[in-house]
């Protein structure tokens, strides 16, 4: 856990308790995640409320790692008297940081004295806007669209002019390094709020861009449906294979997108990431191990991957799936019934399907978060046996203490369609 010799502050996505313990367990330096409704993943995950902040904050500094609030919807004045009530909690609560797009939010929260970070949302593109929030904000996430020349460009300014945010530091700057991209530019987009009243500037997007379409001749009314492209949907941004470069850039803080994704995404996306910035920071990062971490990332949830626009790209790519294109899937398995701490075994009560040796499986839960293994043996009435069905109360070997609320689950390779 915690920082290493590396520049990076590696900032992973927390959209529930799972997910939030399955960061911390995967090298996170600092998780974001929302409250209530007034945060850009309001309608796509399972948000915490204002009474989780204390418990938290706490978990996060119990494990030596930030916690920042997204509160980066635009706001209308009905939304102001809860945007107050959220600040002050967070206040009190001790969040490091709020990640803000609406100036109302960053004028509150200097006025009660909570440190702020500038979201993508907020659209910064050059030194000058830079300046200017850095009466607010000790950190900002760059616009996605910026190129890494763009992006060395601000921070070697920064240093120059010698900016610095409300804390005397010098302004940090933040990309996403990982996860879904928007057709929109940094998320401005009104598409679902055209055609379903769901603003995605207010975390009610319905993801339209996701979806397949057919054009229609308006003169003879022939239709033609969109061959191999979802051309509004976005592949997947990854940079784990030009990591050196961002660092070269001056960047300091990595962003991983997936608040409405699972426990195994964020463990998955989070452990590649850590161990590709410690191997910058030890001279070890090497094609060989890129590959390695790609294929990692392929198993849990992905559009196909690009390298956004750092690179110079001036046209996206468009993924080709409707929905992902991870090379593994999950099946739920059962439920956790006991943990028999000095013999570090496991039990399990099989609920569906048939578990195996040798299959691999993973467990989460909200202390647990999450944790994975090849299945060794497996004991039923403390008789080995090959395999366990239904109904079966099994158990294997297991490090890590496991809850009985936890979910087990069986991964398992997912067939090309």
Known sequence: MGKTSSQFEILAPAGSWEALMAAIKAGADAVYFGVEQLN?????????GIKDLKKITEICSGHGIKSYLTLNTILYDHDLALMRNIVDEAKCSGVDAIIASDQAVMNYARKQQVPVHISTQSNITNIESVEFYSAFADAMVLSRELTLQQVEAITREIR???????????VRIEIFAHGALCMAVSGKCYLSLHTHNASANRGACIQNCRRSYLVTDKEEGYELEIDNEYIMSAKDLCTIDFLDKIANAGVSILKIEGRGRSADYVFTVTTCYREAVVAIADGTYSPEKIIRWKQSLQTVFNRGFWDGYYLGRRIGEWSNVDGSAATTRKIYLGR?????????????????????????????????GYVETVIQEIRVDDIPVESASRGSLVSFKLPDKIRPSDKLYKKVANQPS
């Open 160 to 170: 120059r002019r010698t900016i610095t945010g409300p804390s005397g530091e010098p």
């Open 336 to 368: 956790g019934h006991k943990y028999y701490g000095k013999s570090g075994v496991a039990e399990f009560l099989i609920e569906a399907h048939t578990l195996k040796v040798g299959d691999e499986v993973m467990i989460t839960g909200i202390t647990t």
């Open 40 to 48: 850009m993943r309001a309608r796509s995950t399972n948000n915490f």
